[in-house]
């Protein structure tokens, strides 16, 4: 177990890779604070995850709110007893041509993706600081932190602003111990995903089928969707990662849609 005892937050657990990254987190033995939006949706998972409450605890939290993560962050360590890990998860979708982007998506894309990512690492960073045992902060990107899609300026842009987010934790955390690295999924078959097909259809004049054979799985070596265990998987590596060997990085998790 190489989270045997280390304590994680997981924002936008309740549900999708975030739940599927709580899932293996405490599998290999960490303890985990399911942090999400939808607070019943976050009990639910960790006593599914943890009847016995001692390992898995749901956390409200919207990202874009600075009393609410710092408070919810403050409950996990009052809890678990510090902070080792961070995968800062949550987000949305909102797809449209940039002509007919409403501003307030926009900004509520931006909020979500960035503001939320700093809040939650402002918050934890301190207790890895404090604790003197190092961390892990990861950030949930995308294919699209590399490359540009038609409809989806708000996200591109956020997604590209994680790695340099990303590359600035990573520098000032090094002397702490605190590492910092980005995930870049491919497409997953997840909800969100499962919102933007038909959306896209009726934007580009396709078939939902020519939707995900020639927009979303296109450019993989394999025609597959990317999976939540993928991910999953690639997070559990990182937060286990031993070193500053392995810091200011993004790792793309794609079926070879992109490589680097």
């Known amino acids: 177990m190489i989270l045997r005892d280390k304590v994680a937050v997981v924002t936008g657990a309740a549900s999708g890779i975030g739940k599927d990254i709580a899932r293996q987190f405490l599998a290999e033995g960490a303890k985990v604070a399911i942090a999400d939006l939808n607070i019943e949706g976050a009990n639910a998972t960790a006593l599914e995850f943890d009847p016995t409450g001692e390992r898995a605890m749901g956390v409200a939290m919207n990202v874009t709110s600075e009393a609410e993560v710092d408070a919810g962050i403050a409950a996990v360590a009052a809890k678990f007893g510090g902070i080792d890990i961070l995968v800062s998860n949550a987000g949305i979708q909102i797809v449209a041509p940039i002509e007919d982007?409403?501003?307030?998506?926009?900004q509520k894309m931006l909020a979500i993706h960035l503001d939320g990512a700093f809040l939650t690492t402002r918050a934890c960073i301190k207790h890895m600081y404090a604790q003197g045992r190092g961390g892990s902060i990861i950030y949930m990107g995308s294919v699209h932190s590399k490359e540009a899609s038609v409809l989806k300026s708000a996200y591109v842009t956020a997604k590209h602003g994680l790695i340099g987010l990303c590359k600035v934790v990573a520098k000032e955390g090094a002397k702490h111990g605190v590492r910092a690295n980005v995930i870049c999924p491919g497409f997953v078959r997840t909800p969100l995903v499962d919102k933007q097909i038909p959306e896209q259809a009726k934007a580009l004049g396709l078939s939902e089928d020519d939707v995900i054979k020639t927009v979303m799985l296109k450019e993989t070596v394999d025609g597959e969707f990317t999976t939540v265990d993928d991910v999953a998987?690639?997070?559990?590596?990182?937060?286990?990662?031993?070193?500053?060997?392995?810091?200011?990085?993004s790792i793309v998790v794609s079926h070879g849609w992109y490589m680097q």
């Open 101 to 106: 982007y409403a501003f307030c998506d926009w």
């Open 233 to 249: 998987r690639t997070a559990v590596f990182l937060a286990g990662f031993p070193t500053n060997a392995l810091t200011g990085q």
